[in-house]
Nanobody, 129 residues
Framework: QVQLVESGGGLVQAGGSLRLSCAAS????????MGWFRQAPGKEREFVAA????????NYADSVKGRFTISRDNAKNTVYLQMNSLKPEDTAVYYC??????????????????????WGQGTQVTVSS
């Protein structure tokens, strides 16, 4: 079992920054990949970024490349999403997910939410224009 708790969301003006955190507990954090997703009202959950257990490999959605950075601190069992140059279209509930089943050797960082088997409760990010 893995428990995930997101924090750091809030209201920010366009062009501003936020850093989201996702604290994990219940299983060896360093053994699985982590991802950030977001879901706006009336839309499906969409991929934002993912990171492998070592932090050495990352993947980003085209819409956030160059603006968002995913990182992890395995000593603190926490994954972060630094969001800069925020836009109104970034407004959504942001969720972190854990992929505890894909073997590390595969090298895969999934972009589909169906490949992640644990989720946090989400944190709201609102960007005003």
């Amino acid at each position: 079992q893995v428990q995930l708790v997101e924090s750091g969301g809030g209201l920010v003006q366009a062009g501003g920054s936020l850093r989201l955190s996702c604290a994990a507990s219940g299983r060896t954090f360093s053994s699985y990949a982590m991802g950030w997703f977001r879901q706006a009202p009336g839309k499906e959950r969409e991929f934002v970024a993912a990171i492998r257990w070592s932090g050495g490999s990352t993947n980003y959605a085209d819409s956030v490349k160059g603006r968002f950075t995913i990182s992890r601190d395995n000593a603190k069992n926490t994954v972060y999403l630094q969001m800069n140059s925020l836009k109104p279209e970034d407004t959504a509930v942001y969720y972190c997910g854990a992929d505890t089943t894909t073997p590390y050797a595969s090298g895969v960082l999934w972009t589909s939410p169906y490949e992640y088997d644990y989720w946090g409760q989400g944190t709201q990010v609102t960007v005003s224009s």
